[in-house]
T-cell receptor, first 113, second 115 residues
Framework: AQSVTQPDIHITVSEGASLELRCNYS??????LFWYVQSPGQGLQLLLK??????LVQGIKGFEAEFKRSQSSFNLRKPSVHWSDAAEYFC???????????FGDGTTLTVKP | EAEVAQSPRYKITEKSQAVAFWCDPI?????LYWYRQILGQGPELLVQ????????DSQLPKDRFSAERLKGVDSTLKIQPAELGDSAMYLC?????????????FGPGTRLTVL
């Protein structure tokens, strides 16, 4: 069965610093991978997705993620964090085009002024 | 901008009572999803509709949960009777179709507290 692990429950960074959120997945073939952001009391918003091709994908709000098959990872990065980026971030995997998504347990990002 | 609507936003109920949540997807979206998100965890799919048909309800506790999407548009998720462990955020999402190329758009959720 597919699974997603987000090793960091909570991360704190200073505004303007770089950010990397880790995501590891378990699935035999090439998965469909996603990153979502959830602000307090809100639903999830898609940041970016990877299906195939270039392993570095660009998303909204200045985020990017890199797919590394050898490490079964899909880490999310941002070069300079803004206070408005404080939220919870979820990595998700789908095993087929129409299969259901499995989400990690999320990483809460706090941004220090 | 089109959004997924959910109501109510918050619901407090006592155990053994019945509760119902409503979702109105983005117009034209054929696929509708109900997720349960327990505090500190990621969303877990409860049921997926394609138009009015259920395509996946493998994680839906069918002894107490039911979901319908009678006309293939809006949907209702019901719990009867509610239990303490049902306290969670219930999220609805919709997409044009079930393919992964189609983004899922999430509603704001219904926060359920069972006392």
């Amino acid at each position: 069965a597919q699974s997603v692990t987000q090793p960091d429950i909570h991360i704190t960074v200073s505004e303007g610093a770089s950010l990397e959120l880790r995501c590891n997945y378990s699935y035999g073939a090439t998965p469909y991978l996603f990153w979502y952001v959830q602000s307090p009391g809100q639903g999830l918003q898609l940041l970016l997705k990877y299906f195939s091709g270039d392993t570095l994908v660009q998303g909204i709000k200045g985020f990017e993620a890199e797919f590394k098959r050898s490490q079964s990872s899909f880490n999310l990065r941002k070069p300079s964090v803004h206070w408005s980026d404080a939220a919870e971030y979820f990595c998700a995997v789908k095993n087929t085009n129409a299969g259901k998504s499995t989400f990690g347990d999320g990483t809460t990002l706090t941004v220090k002024p | 901008e089109a959004e997924v609507a959910q109501s109510p936003r918050y619901k407090i109920t006592e155990k053994s009572q019945a509760v119902a949540f409503w979702c109105d997807p983005i117009s034209g979206h054929a696929t509708l999803y109900w997720y349960r998100q327990i505090l500190g965890q990621g969303p877990e799919l409860l049921v997926q509709f394609q138009d009015e048909s259920v395509v996946d309800d493998s994680q839906l506790p069918k002894d107490r949960f039911s979901a319908e999407r009678l006309k293939g548009v809006d949907s209702t998720l019901k719990i009867q009777p509610a239990e303490l462990g049902d306290s969670a955020m219930y999220l609805c999402a919709s997409s044009l179709d079930s393919g992964s190329y189609n983004e899922q758009f999430f509603g704001p959720g219904t926060r359920l507290t069972v006392l």
